[in-house]
């Protein structure tokens, strides 16, 4: 499986949101490999995004995404949830993610399954957080 360049996360937010559909997102898990194939995403700019993270300037909670491009920004959210976002912005740009909102998964099923307590395959990534549950993503990695 072939990993995007940096290259391609220097870009345009909206731009890369589109272009990430259909990427596979692999995550190992101790010696598991779990992945998916990215079916919806979600664009979040800086200073014109009210939505994002980085629109009221840079905190110790988003400074990912005034980061390096390509690298994962992951965060807590409602007290119980991660979400993961890939850090993603145009050069002449301070901050930019994207949203990874639901895959349909391939490699490591039941290992998401058991990850998410469930024994269905309906539902099991449709959601920033069910599939952040599901490959057992969470701060302690990036």
């Known amino acids: 499986m072939k990993v995007l ?7 345009n ?11 596979n997102l692999v995550h190992k898990n101790g010696n598991k490999i779990i992945s ?5 995403t ?13 629109f009221r300037g840079r905190t110790e909670r988003n400074k990912a995404m005034f980061g390096e491009v390509g690298r994962a920004y992951v965060y807590f959210t409602y007290g119980m949830y ?7 912005r145009s050069e002449n740009v301070e901050a930019g993610a994207v949203l990874i909102r639901a895959l ?24 920033p957080a ?5 490959l057992k993503i969470n701060k302690k990695q990036y």
Do not use: W
């Open 13 to 23: 937010t909206v731009t890369v949101a589109k272009e990430l559909l259909g990427k």
């Open 104 to 127: 349909k998964p391939q490699k490591g099923i039941e290992i998401m399954k058991k990850n998410r307590k469930t024994i269905r395959l309906l539902n099991l990534t449709n959601g």
């Open 36 to 40: 998916g194939t990215i079916i919806e």
């Open 42 to 54: 979600e664009a979040y700019r800086y200073k014109d995004d009210p939505a994002s993270h980085a």
């Open 130 to 134: 069910k599939l952040t549950q599901a």
């Open 82 to 88: 991660y979400c993961v976002n890939a850090v993603s």
């Open 5 to 11: 360049p940096r290259e391609f996360y220097a870009r």
